[in-house]
């Protein structure tokens, strides 16, 4: 016969640490979900941070960002990049080349019938961060 104490203290031994593993692994997933995404180009020195919104202001989450930009002598070396925004809209490019042939760029973003663009000049503005709101996109008749 196994003494009520002895269960009780086991079921509390065994139950304890998986309550705490429950809420750690809720705490990681909440910290996952706020982690901007990062794209590095590779390229040079720059960076900008993108905060993409619905027409209201609110973040968008899961929307493209695509950005082409062409750099060094004579615009030789050409690079396409993209990334997806998180829950808070936001997505950061960091390596872009400090300077790009027929500057500026444009970061276009995109999700579902909406899209919206942002243009920025490393050369003037090394570190950025802008925003993007998307409006509906307009559909082009033949």
């Excluded at 960076?47 to 619905?54: A, I, K, M, R, Y």
């Amino acid at each position: 016969m196994i003494p009520t104490r002895y269960l009780l203290c086991c079921v509390l031994l065994f139950a304890g640490p998986v309550r705490l593993l429950s809420a750690q692994s809720r705490a990681e997933q909440q910290a996952a979900a706020e982690k901007v995404p990062v794209i590095d180009g590779e390229a040079g020195p720059c960076s900008l941070q993108l905060t993409v919104t619905d027409p209201d202001g609110k973040p968008v989450y899961a929307a493209t960002i695509k950005v082409h930009m062409a750099y060094g002598f004579g615009g030789i070396r050409k690079l396409d990049l993209e990334a997806g925004t998180n829950a808070d809209g936001k997505a950061k490019f960091v390596g872009l080349p400090a300077r790009v042939r027929r500057p500026p760029l444009e970061f276009k973003a995109s999700k579902d019938q909406h899209a919206g663009m942002a243009t920025y000049d490393p050369a003037e503005e090394c570190q950025a961060q802008h925003d993007i709101r998307l409006d509906e996109a307009k559909v082009q008749q033949k």
